[in-house]
């Protein structure tokens, strides 16, 4: 099958995944939206909402719609390493044997990760970079496709160990959830105060999987919209006072609002996450418009702002679309 006819296909798989996501999950489209492509790219999500949207039933609704092994990991304090990634222990033949851990699936739900020690949040960053374990000196390769969906609640923070800004920079999207509207809220309730279960299909393997992220790699990217993606994570580094382009409207924009930028990182995921973009659409090669579609969630946890924008309240994402209109 050529390139072309894969992504025709891709994009007809695509939309069953969605319906039949949609048998569960009411609403929430855009995050829907954003899982999917993440997982197309072989990217990591962080998922920020407050409790009780549907979270964790989203990602389980997508592991059993893509026929994928799923595991979830609840985060919290007391939480070891090892919990995360199994250990060895002796058999009945007084050898060490390697169980392992729940890391060892195709995604996994990584609930309330800021609930637990950096040490143990370190474990599984390990695991979301190398794709593979390391215990005792031997190494462990993880399954593939492997994808981590972190959660994070954003309104307790008491008792929180939040992601260093190099650990987030692991995550390609960082996904907002926000409440239902009024009638996806009465639909919610009417669907889920029955007996009523709905049964969710199998619309992709993980072969299927692996070869339209292939395909997707692929895809050819006009030099127009590589340097804009390029120029769009630029322009959110201060610049220091006696740079040559210190004065412009881009970079007094960012050197008032921040204390940091994004790093040539978000650069690959800006390109990436516009080829899979593109492709959801039904195009073969990425415009500026596709760049632009993924930019909030590609920058969102990798710019930090600085004590002017927090004392005016101006969101990251005010910053983000403003550098987007400049960068037109």
């Known amino acids: 099958?050529?390139?072309?006819?894969?992504?025709?296909?891709?994009?007809?798989?695509?939309?069953?995944?969605?319906?039949?996501?949609?048998?569960?999950?009411?609403?929430?489209?855009?995050?829907?939206?954003?899982?999917?492509?993440?997982?197309?790219t072989g990217g990591h999500c962080l998922l920020v909402g407050v409790p009780g949207l549907a979270k964790t039933l989203m990602v389980n609704t997508l592991s059993r719609a893509l026929g994928l092994s799923f595991s979830r990991i609840q985060f919290t304090p007391d939480l070891m390493p090892s919990d995360i990634t199994g250990s060895e222990i002796l058999d009945e033949n007084r050898r060490f044997q390697f169980v392992k851990g729940p890391v060892f699936?195709?995604?996994?739900?990584?609930?309330?990760?800021?609930?637990?020690?950096?040490?143990?949040?370190?474990?599984?960053?390990?695991?979301?970079?190398e794709k593979s374990v390391t215990v005792s000196g031997k190494t462990y390769p993880l399954s593939a496709p492997f994808f981590v969906l972190a959660t994070q609640n954003p309104i307790e923070q008491e008792g929180t160990y939040p992601l260093p800004e190099a650990q987030l920079d692991r995550f390609m999207l960082n996904i907002r959830m926000d409440y239902p509207s009024f009638q996806e809220e009465v639909d919610i309730v009417k669907g889920t105060t029955t007996n009523y279960t709905p049964q969710v299909e199998v619309i992709l393997s993980a072969d299927d999987i692996l070869r339209y992220q292939e395909v997707i790699r692929r895809i050819p990217v006009p030099d127009n919209v590589c340097q804009y993606a390029v120029r769009l994570s630029a322009s959110t580094r201060p610049l220091p006072a006696d740079a040559a382009d210190s004065k412009s409207p881009v970079?007094?924009?960012?050197?008032?609002?921040?204390?940091?930028?994004?790093?040539?990182?978000?650069?690959?995921?800006?390109?990436?996450?516009?080829?899979?973009?593109?492709?959801?659409?039904?195009?073969?090669?990425?415009?500026?418009?596709?760049?632009q579609a993924v930019a909030e969630e590609v920058l969102r946890h990798r710019i930090v702002r600085n004590y002017y924008a927090e004392a005016e309240g101006v969101a990251t994402e005010d910053i983000i679309r403003q550098l987007l209109s400049m960068n037109e």
Do not use: C
């Not at 699936?105 to 960053?125: C, F, G, S, W, Y």
């Not at 690959?268 to 959801?280: C, D, E, R, S």
């Open 105 to 129: 699936a195709n995604i996994v739900l990584a609930d309330e990760i800021n609930r637990t020690p950096p040490k143990t949040q370190a474990a599984l960053l390990e695991a979301m970079q």
């Open 251 to 291: 970079a007094l924009l960012a050197t008032k609002y921040l204390s940091w930028g994004a790093g040539p990182r978000a650069s690959q995921y800006l390109v990436m996450g516009a080829k899979t973009h593109a492709a959801m659409q039904g195009k073969y090669s990425p415009d500026i418009e596709d760049v």
């Open 1 to 40: 099958m050529s390139d072309k006819e894969l992504l025709d296909s891709f994009v007809n798989r695509y939309q069953s995944l969605k319906n039949e996501i949609g048998k569960v999950i009411v609403g929430q489209d855009k995050a829907v939206d954003s899982l999917l492509l993440s997982i197309f």
